[in-house]
């Protein structure tokens, strides 16, 4: 863990003002640059999940989970995260709402989800300790 003693507004917190940073997922054999947020706040994947999680209250009066959409909760996080895309039709840019996610291949859905996991996880490991800790047993 950084033993850093600043702790900078932009290390923590996700704003409206994110400027997002860069993936390049392979999206049916091409390179395709798109900008994402550096993270979801907790109102966005709050928001995310409610869309996506079915429940309901029991006889006795408690929440029962039924299951999670996963199209939606996909669709939800895609929609909060994504900031730019290149994608163009007829000389138009294609607009990133819920409606052209929707329509995109699932096959890409799944190639830039995979991508905001990868960058997720290096963000993790570059706060991880260095030390390894089975060498502690050792």
Known sequence: MSDSTEFFFDDFFVGSDDPGVEIKPVLRGRVVPMRITRGLSLDDR???KAMAVRQHLNPQGQMVLDGIDEK???VEVLARALKSWPFTRDGQPVPITRQTITALGGDCCDAIMAEMA???????DAHAPFENPSD???
Do not use: F, R
Request: proline share 0%.
């Open 72 to 74: 939606v909760l996909n």
């Open 136 to 138: 502690a047993a050792s």
């Open 118 to 124: 990868k960058l997720l996880s290096a963000a993790e």
């Open 46 to 48: 709050e928001a995310a």
